[in-house]
């Protein structure tokens, strides 16, 4: 295959070999890259009949297959590996190509990179993938962003892979520099939050409500035909109703405790805290997952502390009501730190877009982004959706269920600080009053940092001691 491939593939682990063939699939013909000669083997071998792929694990020929511009996508561990590649690549680049980064790389690289190669006239484009080994081969979201020129080359064959909505299509311009990258940091925020919250719920329902495993898979499943419905739900109610080997335990019930994290949860929190953007509730699925390997610790600590064991009257609407709730605020929070960072670093995102690609085929695709949606575009200027009558309208019908659960759960040690922070947000948000008056007061008191008042302009210092 001379000089004829649409778009070039390097890193052919599952995502890069099962994009490439989705790809393909939709009548591209492409080429794939790997210094690993088996995956080059099992691209070939996994080609559907009929498709236009080459598979090499020579860099020249790989070159060699592509059309000009040059369209190549790299799916390689974030990091180091994104600048080793690039790095063999440069010799073989010309001006005008594309290489865009689908893995999640942190989006300071993305703009350091996006710079670099600007300086000799490439195009590098961060951009999001979601949906794991499954939609990346029958229809991923993706969020690309970068230069906008650039984007409309490729935009053709991502439109063609990407999962649909109806007509729409799950991919869409997220805007200038790293704007795909972080858009997608953000996703997996919510993604962390989104989990912790449906994991502090079943924590509820299983030591609370006493639910079997049976009745848990039942709930989640009655949970996603409402309007709770989301790839996160239904994979629970599956979760739950799936055997171990030997076709008896509850594989639930023999996963450890342990939670694993590549990073994204906490660069979302670090970048919020950076920009002084509360998103509390993805903070906790943060802290959570990081309390969670002290296992020895805890281990040793409930065999010693005393936890209050009462009667629960909350009910399973109670749950539902207080998981619908912290969901809705754990979007909010960020869509508002992608809005807030927008604007921060000129990144133009059109938050109507995000949403919009969010709907099907990533990992926090849910019924509410269609809410969401329809108040971006009906309300392009919304800030932070708490603004919006409808998503008011939705919390003030559910923040009660939400009240009384992390109430009971708190009141019988079950840790639910996810669902908690939840409604602190949505407390703090919607007051007229903070007792940060007595923070400002104390500031004054010992560094003299003055404060504002309430009956007149200015700025102002008490002598606190007589
Ligand atoms: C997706 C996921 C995916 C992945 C991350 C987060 O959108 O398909 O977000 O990118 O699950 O790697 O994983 P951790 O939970 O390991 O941080």
Redesign the pocket.
Known sequence: MQNNCQFGMIGLGVMGQNLLLNIADHGFAVAGFDTNTQKVAELQQNATVGTQIFATDNLPQFINALQSPKKIMLLVPAGPAVDAVLQNLAPYLNQGDIVIDGG?SFYKHTNERVQRLAAQGIHFMGM?????EE?ARRGP?LMPGGDEVAWHHVQPIFEAIAAKVGTDACVAYMGKDAAGHFV?MV??GI??AVMQLIAETYAVLKHGLHYTNTQLQDVFTRWNSTELESYLIEITADIFGKKAEDETTDIIDIILDV???????KWTSVEALQLSIPIPTIDAAVTARAVSTFKPLRNSLATTVQKCTGEFTITENDCKSALYAAIIVAYVQGLHLIQQASVDMNMQVPLANAVKVWRGG???RSQLLTTFYDVFVQHPQTVQLLEAAPIQQLLNTHIQGLRAVVSQATQNGIACSALASAVTYFDMFSTAYLPINLIQAQRDYFGAHTYQRTDKDGSFHTQWQA
């Open positions: 999640n999001g993938v979601s949906g794991g939609g979201a997608k996703h997996n993604e962390y939670a694993g994290s590549k990073g994204t949860g990533c990992i926090i």
